[in-house]
């Protein structure tokens, strides 16, 4: 073709390479506000995504309270006292009456006879509660079944398109294994400082320092998580941190720090570990929002359980 390099477009076929043309300062500027706000409406449409999953979750949830919640407060027959009670006011007090009999007379309860009472009350304010949950349990139920409850889904949507067309949209929200990819085709220049004590080698191909450390790539591996050992980490006073992994979670699109220390039992080291978590503190990384911390001693050593289980709660 002439000899000039070419590109492929989406559906597979070859173009000839365009001249790169010059561009004005306001074409510049007319491109960076579509970039940001392309990059505004991913964000939207993502939100908007996670948000109706959100909602479904927890009407799924308060759905499955209601039912218990039937359960719980449904009153005994047996402790349901056959009768009517009539409540009068007199004065500053009540006075309360009973009748066995639809059309039997009323009688005047002393304080000693108010158990019936208390029971039918009760029940009655159980039997209230009941067919509100009940009404609303069955509401639930018909509109989480029903179409109309269908909320956008705006990744359902793009997968349901046909290939042929799908290759020719800019998803609003990019597909899972796009985000991963990203991710991880981030480069930067490994750390080099002590460098001889990588000496084990993970899965995924880089040497870390410990066992722990090994046992922590070892596991985010095996659960598909995305991450980068040792990558660079701005801090606003502009020095630079070296966390032991920065971890994506891709259901989410959060990015975690994880930093492992590794002799807690040490003095000195335990001082140190205790600012380190005071500067990503200061980089916008809290333990409880975005920053997994691990910790062991020597009479307490790191195990795969614990690892597993901030992998499920924090990363899936």
Not at 99 to 125: I, M
Request: with cysteine.
């Amino acid at each position: 073709m002439n000899g000039k390099e070419q590109k492929k477009t989406k559906n597979g076929r070859r173009r000839p390479e365009k001249q790169e043309e010059s561009k004005s300062p306001e074409r510049i500027g007319r491109d960076t506000r579509s970039r940001m706000q392309n990059l505004l409406l991913e964000q939207r449409c993502f939100l908007l995504d996670q948000n109706r999953e959100s909602i479904f979750l927890a009407l799924r949830e308060r759905k499955s309270l209601l039912e218990q919640f039937v359960q719980d407060i449904r009153p005994e027959r047996s402790a349901n006292p056959q009768g009517s009670l009539r409540v009068s006011r007199c004065g500053r007090t009540f006075q309360y009456y009973w009748r066995e009999q639809k059309d039997g007379a009323w009688k005047y309860l002393a304080k000693h006879e108010l158990g019936k009472a208390r029971q039918k009350a009760e029940n009655e304010y159980r039997e209230k509660l009941l067919e509100l949950a009940r009404k609303e349990l069955s509401d639930l139920t018909r509109r989480l079944k029903s179409p109309d409850m269908c909320m956008v889904g705006i990744r359902e949507t793009y997968e349901s398109i046909r290939p042929g067309r799908r290759a020719l949209i800019e998803p609003w929200i990019l597909p899972d294994e796009i985000i991963r990819q990203e991710f991880c085709a981030e480069t930067f220049a490994p750390l080099e400082t002590f460098s001889e004590n990588k000496i084990h080698t993970t899965s995924g191909g880089e040497t870390v320092r410990s066992k722990s450390e090994w046992m922590i790539a070892e596991a985010l591996h095996s659960f598909g998580i995305p991450y980068q050992y040792e990558a660079p980490l701005l801090l606003p006073d502009g020095s630079c941190m070296r966390p032991d992994f920065r971890c994506l979670n891709v259901r989410t699109r959060r990015v975690f720090i994880w930093e492992h220390f590794g002799k807690m039992g040490d003095p000195d080291y335990a001082a140190s570990a205790m600012r380190k978590r005071s500067q990503y503190e200061a980089a916008g990384y809290f333990p409880g929002e975005n920053l997994i911390l691990t910790e062991e001693c020597n009479s307490n050593p790191l195990v795969y359980p614990t690892i597993e289980r901030q992998i499920r709660h924090w990363l899936l």
